[in-house]
């Protein structure tokens, strides 16, 4: 039986820059590293490196509050988060921990 890989992650940030940067890492695609890659490893005969880029799915909130409704919307729809990143400092509302108190209240796998 083959068993669905959970590839969504919640990002749980009030700084737009650090949701930005994730896409980047995460979800981003460079054409010019993928051809780079593949000239790379025919010249020196190895396999090319697996990519985690454009493997994930992500999804953005700016307070605790929002990323709460978030995974409480993900859970009801049966597409949970495999993990969120979250800020610790985020005023004016809940900080970090606090809204990761409310996630697993929600989702207990988050």
């Known amino acids: 039986m083959l068993r669905h890989q ?4 919640l990002v749980i940030d009030d700084n737009q820059a650090i949701h ?6 995460l979800s981003g695609h460079d054409e010019a590293e993928t051809v780079l890659d593949r000239l790379g490893s ?5 396999d090319s490196q697996s990519h985690l880029q454009g ?6 909130a700016y307070q605790g509050q ?5 995974v409480k919307s993900a859970v009801e729809s049966r597409l949970p988060f495999a993990l969120a990143f ?3 400092r985020m005023p004016p509302g809940w900080d970090g921990v ?8 929600v989702d207990p796998d988050l």
């Open 20 to 25: 930005s940067d994730f896409r980047k890492i």
């Open 66 to 70: 929002e990323g709460l409704a978030v």
């Open 55 to 60: 493997q994930f799915e992500l999804v953005s």
């Open 98 to 105: 606090e809204t990761i108190s409310h996630l697993w209240q």
């Open 42 to 46: 025919e010249l020196f005969q190895q």
């Open 6 to 9: 959970n590839n969504r992650i």
């Open 86 to 88: 979250v800020d610790v």
